[in-house]
C-alpha cells in the first residue's frame, strides 16, 4: 500500500508538473472508429483487481514480496519515460456531460501521462505471467483463456473510455514486453529451470518423467 501512495503522488505531481513540453499523441484511423463506450468503465476500472489475480496464486511471502517489487520496477520504468517525455491524449469534441460516470473519471484522471499506457503495460505484464503460471496451477484450459479475454478487454477500453489512444497501447504493450524480457528469471518459480515461453514439454523432473503440463503445482514449487 505504502508503493502504491508513493506511485500515485508521483504520478499526480508529473502529471500537473511536466518537465517538459507535452506531446499530444496523434490520432489514427483506429482511433476513428472506436466511439466513446461508457459500459467499458468497469472493465478499466477491473485491473486493480486483475493485478491482484497472481498473489493468489503465490503460496509464500516471498513470492508475493517479488512480485510486488517487479510490478514496481514496471512502473517506476514507465515513470522516468513521462518525466523526461510528458504526453497527453489530443482534446477532443466529445460533450462528456452525456457520459456521467466517465466525466467523473476525466475529472480524477486527466488524459495526461499517455505515452506509453501504464494501464496497458501492467495488464500486460500480468497477462504474461498468468499464463506462464496458470498451466502449473492445473485450473483447466479455461483459465488461460479467460486471462487472455480479461487481457483484451481491458486493453480496448483504455480506447474506449478515450483515456488512451491506439498508440499509447502499442507502447504499453511494447514497454511491458522489454521488461518482462529483461526479467523473464523473477516469471520462474525458484526451484524451476525457466522455459520461455511456456512449453508443456519443458521437462520440470526428468527423473521423474514429469513435464511442465503433469507436474503437481506443489511439486513445481517447492521440489528441491
Not at 3 to 8: N, Q, S
Not at 89 to 102: A, F
Not at 162 to 176: F, N, R, Y
Not at 201 to 224: C, N, S, W
Amino acid at each position: 500500500m505504502g508503493f502504491v501512495a508513493v506511485f500515485f503522488s508521483l504520478y499526480v505531481f508529473l502529471l500537473k508538473h511536466p518537465s517538459y513540453p507535452i506531446t499530444f499523441i496523434p490520432s489514427t484511423p483506429v482511433d476513428q472508429l472506436i466511439g466513446v463506450e461508457p459500459w467499458t468503465l468497469p472493465v478499466y476500472l477491473s485491473l486493480w483487481l486483475y493485478v491482484s489475480l497472481p498473489a493468489m496464486l503465490m503460496t509464500t511471502k516471498q513470492e508475493i514480496i517479488e512480485y510486488g517489487l517487479w510490478m514496481s520496477g514496471l512502473c517506476l520504468a514507465g515513470l522516468v519515460i513521462f518525466y523526461f517525455y510528458p504526453t497527453a491524449v489530443p482534446p477532443t469534441n466529445i460533450d462528456w456531460t452525456r457520459y456521467p460516470s466517465l466525466a467523473f473519471m476525466k475529472k480524477m484522471d486527466a488524459a495526461g501521462n499517455a505515452c506509453p499506457s501504464l494501464h496497458v503495460a501492467t495488464a500486460t505484464a500480468v497477462c504474461i505471467w498468468l499464463h506462464r503460471r496458470l498451466p502449473l496451477a492445473e485450473l483447466g484450459p479455461g483459465a488461460v483463456v479467460w486471462n487472455l479475454l480479461w487481457w483484451g478487454a481491458i486493453v480496448y477500453s483504455t480506447m474506449a473510455t478515450k483515456q488512451h489512444m491506439v498508440l499509447d497501447v502499442v507502447a504499453g504493450i511494447a514497454l511491458a514486453l522489454v521488461f518482462v524480457r529483461v526479467t523473464k528469471k523473477s516469471l520462474v518459480p525458484r526451484n524451476q529451470k525457466p522455459c520461455w515461453p511456456y512449453d508443456p514439454e519443458y521437462p520440470v523432473f526428468p527423473r521423474l518423467g514429469m513435464t511442465a503440463e503433469t507436474a503437481p503445482i506443489k511439486q513445481v514449487m517447492h521440489d528441491k
